[in-house]
């Protein structure tokens, strides 16, 4: 059976997860792919794994390759 990457779902936090702000932001890697095109590999990961939110969103990062956004 072949799985295609369109097939695959799409997970997020739910506004209620206690995974949301659960994290350490002093965990967070590197961006040493330069995430965000500023040339700065020694700051820490600006983007989730979307590559569109924020990886710290409300002060502290959540748990999980999805950042909530903050509402």
């Known amino acids: ?8 779902p799409y ?3 739910g ?7 659960a994290g350490f932001n002093d965990a967070l890697p590197p961006d ?3 995430l965000d ?3 700065d590999l020694t700051e820490q990961t600006p983007l989730d794994y ?6 710290i969103s409300d002060f502290t990062v959540d748990l999980g390759a999805h950042e909530r956004p903050v509402q």
């Open 15 to 21: 506004q209620d997860s206690p995974c949301v702000n």
């Open 1 to 8: 059976m072949r799985c295609f990457w369109f097939f695959l």
């Open 11 to 13: 997970f997020t936090l």
């Open 37 to 39: 095109n500023d040339q």
């Open 50 to 55: 979307s590559g569109i939110v924020e990886r």
């Open 32 to 34: 040493a792919a330069d």
